[in-house]
């Protein structure tokens, strides 16, 4: 995937709408952009294989379709230079519920995963590559915590849902991590450009007995 320069596009709010627009020479902004064809989940899958660093960090592609618990995957496995495996799994269209209880029943298995059983993962994915070539060409450095057990779960969708986002927010609070990343397309001429838009979890503040609003007598 490639990106345009974050200085020439931005999302305006024009009558209640928020959409894409290109930011002009003059500093206006241009029309809004149609929205592409949203990708199918095969295909966002082969695209972040390529380019995993549209998730926002500089990452080694371990696997893709990985088996883990019975019955399950993981779209996309991936090592930074931590050695934190991010766990990918990826949604065609807006996020759903199911998604985020698919990613965290990987939990366990995701704190078990050895330095052995990561190698062993790359290996099926690219019988051609050596692991360790593989890691100093595309994070410059070995990691010093390879099978730690440390991960971090992510979601990637076409667009967020608030009743999704109200979850993670919960499950934020009770010491549970899952990123959100949306991936959009949208059409300019004869470019597409894609964006990139993380959610990250607010505190939920909940209203005291006292603060409540008083019902009318």
Not at 17 to 29: E, F, K, P, T
Not at 49 to 74: A, K, M, N, Q, Y
Not at 76 to 84: N, P, Q, R, S
Request: proline share 6%; aromatic share 6%; glycine share 8%.
């Amino acid at each position: 995937m490639t990106e345009k320069p974050e200085d020439a596009y931005e999302y305006s709010d024009a009558d209640g709408v928020v959409a894409m627009r290109r930011r002009l020479a003059d500093g206006s902004l241009g029309d809004p952009l149609h929205e592409h064809a949203q990708h199918v989940e095969e295909s966002l899958v082969a695209a972040l294989s390529g380019d995993p660093e549209f998730l926002g960090t500089p990452l080694l592609v371990i696997g893709r379709g990985v088996p883990t618990i019975p019955g399950e995957t993981i779209d996309l496995l991936a090592l930074d230079e931590f050695g934190i495996l991010h766990a990918v799994v990826v949604e065609e269209g807006p996020v759903t519920l199911g998604a985020v209880q698919r990613i965290l029943r990987q939990r366990e298995w995701l704190s078990e995963v050895t330095e052995e059983s990561i190698r062993e993962i790359f290996t099926r994915h690219q019988p051609k590559s050596l692991f360790d070539e593989a890691v100093l060409v595309r994070l410059g450095t070995i990691p010093r915590f390879l099978g730690s057990g440390m991960h971090r779960p992510v979601i990637v969708c076409s667009r967020f849902n608030p009743s999704v986002s109200l979850e993670l927010n919960l499950l934020e609070e009770e010491g549970v991590s899952v990123a959100m990343i949306a991936l959009q397309e949208w059409v300019d001429g004869d470019d597409t450009v894609q964006t990139r838009s993380v959610f990250t979890p607010s505190p939920v503040s909940y209203l005291e007995p006292d603060d409540e609003a008083d019902v009318g007598d």
